[in-house]
Structure formats: C-alpha cells, structure tokens
C-alpha cells in the first residue's frame, strides 16, 4: 500500500472515529437508534474499505479505541470496564451468537479482505487470462464460498462464544448463552410506522438484562407488596396485575398480526374453549346436583382461550392459542434447559385444553414464551405459519416476511418485560382517598354550568 492510500486511510479512519463519538453522544437518549445508525450504516461503510484494501487492520485502532471507551459505555449507561467487562468481546460476535454485532474493526479488517478475495475470485482469475469469464461460473462461485464461509464463521463464533462464557458464572453464563435465540428486537431499524421503535429505558435495560445485569437505579422495595425488588422479583410479582397486562401484550400482538395474515373478521378475542352446552350435564328427575360438581361445571364455563383464528392450519376450521409467558431464571426453572422448560408448558396447555378442542373440530396450539424472548416449539410454527400467510398475502419474499414477525413479537416481549420491571404496582385504592363522592348522575349538572 502506498503513501498516498496509507494517508487516505488514516483521513477516513479519523472521520469513522469521530462519527462513533456523535453516535456516543446520541446514545444516553437514543440507544436503539445509535446502535442502528452504527450497525446498518457507519460499519457498512468501513467493511467496504477493508474488503478492497488489505493490511489496514492496525489502523482502526482509534476506531477501536473510541468503540470500547466510548461507545458501548454510553450504549449500556452503566459502570462499563471495557479492560475487564466480558461485554466487548461478546459485543463483537453477531446477534445470532449472543453479540451485538460490533466487531473490532482491527481484527475484522483482515477477515473481510480475505472474504471479498474468495467471492471474486472468478472474476480475478478472468483479468489475469487464466480463465474465461462467464457470468454462470461468477453465480456459483458466490454461492459455494458463501456456504463455506457461513460454516467457518458459525465454527469460529461459536468458539469465540463458549469460551468468553467459560469464564462467567454458571448463572450469567445459562442467561446470557439464550442470546443466540433472543436477539430478533437488535436487528429491525427503529420505526414507529412498524411498531418497531423502543424508548430509552426499554432498550437499555433489555441490553442488560440480555448480559445479565441488573439496571442500576431500579428501586429497594417493590411498591406493591413491599419485599426486596429485584429482577427475578418483578418478573413474578403478581400484586398490581403487571403480570396479567404482560400476558396481554404478547396476546394483542398476536391478534394484531393474525389480522394483518388474514382479516379481522377471521380473529376473534378471548373464545371460549368449553361450551356450555358441552358442560351440561342431566340429573336424575328430582334429584339435587352436587354443590361440588356444579362449580366445577362453572368453572369449566370459564376456560378461554386468548385468541381464535379461522384458517390457521386448514380452510374453515378454528384454532385457539393460548399464550403463556415465563421467567426461565425463576428458581423452579434455573436448573432445567429452557428449551424442556417452555416444551413442559406446551405439554400442560395442551393437557388442559387440546381434548375439548378436538371434540368441537377446532385446532388447538399453545403460545409459550419467555421473558427475554425464547420461543417454544409450537410458537414457532405459529410464526412460520403467521410468515407464510402474509408472504402470499403481500408478495414479499418469506425471508424478509418471517424477520418482520418475528421482530415484531421479539420488540412485544420486550416492552412486555420491561413493564414488569419498571411499571408501578400501587393499587387504585391507595392512589387517593379524596374522591368525590357522587351518587348516580348527581354530578353532572356541575358540567352545565
């Protein structure tokens, strides 16, 4: 490389280190778009440089430097070490592998140079006489160094990963390796048209919650029933009914895509899964029923489902889910897989509900998710489901179909979480005591006046 490149170089790589000090300076207010900004633009731009140049790795260190001292401190807003804080090494590796997706650029120079040689070369081999160049050979030459290089990538991630791991505890180490699975909210650009857009709080404290850290001004007591607050406190403290609302969000969120796949007319809220005519059982001519087995029929009246669609798996049959949301950190969970954890809840919705289903000709699937975004099996394939049905509906590609879903329930936990952490348990009853004591209408004639 000569004079003249080194210079040009060293003049971008100024302005690219400048460019992360703006975004740092965003960060505090505007987290989620200033990790946006660097990931879908700022690296866009230096990954292009080093694909086409090669040995300019060393000078990114100012890159670097303005990344980890700068950058990701603003970005988590709390106390980063970057010398000692595994989190800038996670932060290199990509989402899918529990990262953040900002690599070191001094490192990654190299890698992507090398990269870029291998896509083409066809097309090199062309300029220099060796081959004919054909358009056919430059498309599958692509195509199986792409392959080969998403193996070598996903073999040297996953190495990078479980060895940053092995130095944490085996606590952070379970939260933070369900990263690789829980990711889906870091990749969609911020957009309130989409839904997709979350505040400053909600972002910073699922960023650290995903490392499993603790955000640093969350109260000493909870509000509702006064015990020590603490993460795994307000992802299980029923008082308030933030846990009811959690539950509700994932279910609006469902309605609202299952809408979108197929009409409104085709969704229906809450359906009753046990018909009371179903329930009804004959008694002998003057003979009392048992107090006992009648409230059990009442009871049974009462089981709903949370949302019914019309066509899911098949043309003019019903399909009832039934969401549940669980913390797989909660102490009756930290010692079994997450994945067993949320098969396990699957296994109990269907127990309860899968048989009264099948007796009215209606599907049923349960909707099991976690708190920081695992999704069961069945969830799953609802997804898909949900994904295919709009690829067909709207005549967009299924992969980039299956992303906007799946971001989309993604950034709905999110919020949905967030509001256990962060939203107010105080009953109405102790909000004020001084409330007008109207009776019937006798108040409104105030307003006429």
């Not at 690599?103 to 060796?130: I, M």
């Not at 692509?142 to 944490?168: D, P, W």
């Not at 403290?237 to 969120?253: A, F, S, W």
Request: hydrophobic share 35%; net charge positive; with cysteine.
């Amino acid at each position: 490389m000569g004079k003249i490149a080194l210079y040009e170089i060293q003049e971008k790589t100024e302005a690219w280190a400048e460019a992360v000090t703006e975004l740092a300076s965003v960060a505090p207010k505007y987290p989620q778009t200033a990790h946006t900004g660097l990931q879908k633009s700022l690296q866009q731009d230096r990954q292009f440089v080093q694909k086409v140049t090669t040995g300019i790795g060393p000078e990114f260190k100012e890159v670097e430097r303005t990344l980890a001292k700068t950058f990701l401190p603003a970005l988590f807003g709390d106390n980063y070490d970057d010398d000692t804080d595994p989190r800038r090494q996670f932060a290199c590796l990509p989402v899918k592998w529990a990262g953040l997706a900002i690599p070191d650029p001094t490192s990654s120079a190299e890698l992507n140079h090398a990269a870029s040689v291998l896509l083409t070369s066809h097309v090199l081999a062309a300029f220099r006489g060796v081959e004919v160049f054909r358009s056919a050979d430059h498309l599958k030459v692509i195509r199986e160094v792409k392959a080969e290089l998403k193996l070598r990538n996903s073999a040297k991630n996953e190495k990078a990963m479980n060895l940053i791991a092995s130095g944490l505890s085996s606590d952070n180490k379970r939260t933070i390796l369900r990263g690789k699975d829980t990711g889906g909210w870091l990749s969609v650009l911020p957009s309130t048209v989409n839904g997709t857009e979350l505040s400053a709080q909600e972002f910073r404290d699922s960023i650290l919650l995903r490392y499993a850290r603790s955000p640093p001004d969350l109260p000493s007591q909870c509000d509702g029933c006064n015990a020590v607050f603490s993460i795994r406190h307000a992802l299980e403290c029923k008082k308030g009914g933030l846990v009811i609302i959690r539950h509700n969000e994932i279910q609006d969120e469902m309605v609202d895509l299952a809408s979108k796949a197929f009409s409104p007319s085709a969704v229906r809220d809450e359906p009753k899964i046990h018909s009371s005519r179903a329930n009804e059982q004959e008694t002998p001519e003057g003979r009392q029923d048992h107090p006992v087995k009648r409230l059990f029929r009442n009871d049974r009246n009462k089981d709903r489902g949370d949302v019914l669609i019309r066509g899911l798996w098949s043309k003019g049959t019903d399909c009832i889910l039934d969401v549940r949301m669980t913390d797989l950190d909660a102490k009756s969970n930290k010692s079994r897989n997450p994945d067993k954890v949320l098969a396990a809840h699957e296994r109990e919705k269907k127990k309860k509900y899968l048989e009264p289903c099948l007796e009215q000709r209606r599907h049923f699937s349960p909707f099991v998710v976690s708190t920081d975004g695992l999704f069961g099996k069945e969830a799953k394939i609802v997804l898909k489901r949900l994904a295919l049905m709009l690829t067909e509906k709207w005549g967009k590609p299924y992969s980039e179909v299956c992303g906007y879903v799946n971001a989309r329930m993604s950034i709905a936990i999110v919020r949905a979480t967030h509001l256990c952490v962060r939203g107010s348990r105080i009953p109405t009853s102790k909000m004020s005591k001084r409330l007008p004591q109207w009776e019937d209408q006798a108040g409104l004639s105030l307003f006429h006046r």
